[in-house]
């Protein structure tokens, strides 16, 4: 398997999922358990989502990026990030990111090397894991069998 950047569509795509996932999760939460325990549906379910996005961050990835296969490297040396770094990324770079306008993530879209303001931050590179199609090869005795019939 091997890396290629990943397009700003696959991270906008990302990104949405990642809303999506959220919101199902936590109303899904919110009406079935309808305050019936100490705690609330609404925060069980962000108690749950936040569980799997920790454990997604070791995995140097995030929902919506794990779901389209994509996960998050360091851009100098092309390791996972770490799970600190993972956890800065979306917690201050992202906030960063989003401070003036939303321009760090608009950056995303006007850089060359597609990374927003909370990339260039942590030097990190969001990355689709593309898998490589090797071309079948056919032998000359394959012919004459189908020929033959």
């Known amino acids: 398997m091997t890396t290629r950047t990943a397009r700003p569509i696959r991270r906008i795509e990302a990104f949405l999922l990642e809303l999506l996932t959220w919101g ?4 899904a939460f919110d009406r079935i358990m309808d305050r019936s325990l100490w705690i609330s549906g609404f ?7 936040t569980g799997l996005n920790f454990y997604l961050m070791t995995k140097a990835t995030t929902l ?47 850089d060359n090397e597609t990374a927003g303001w909370h990339d260039k931050l942590f030097h990190s590179q969001v990355v689709e894991m593309v ?19």
């Open 131 to 149: 898998q490589i199609k090797r071309v079948a090869r056919r032998s000359p005795d394959d012919d004459e069998f189908f020929v033959r019939g």
């Open 43 to 49: 925060w069980l379910g962000i108690l749950v989502m």
């Open 24 to 27: 199902s999760v936590v109303y």
């Open 64 to 110: 919506g990026k794990y779901i389209l296969d994509m996960k998050i490297i360091d851009r100098r040396t092309g390791r996972d990030l770490t799970f600190v770094r993972m956890l800065l990324r979306e917690t201050i770079g992202k906030a960063a990111s989003a401070l003036i306008l939303m321009i760090g993530f608009i950056w995303i879209i006007i």
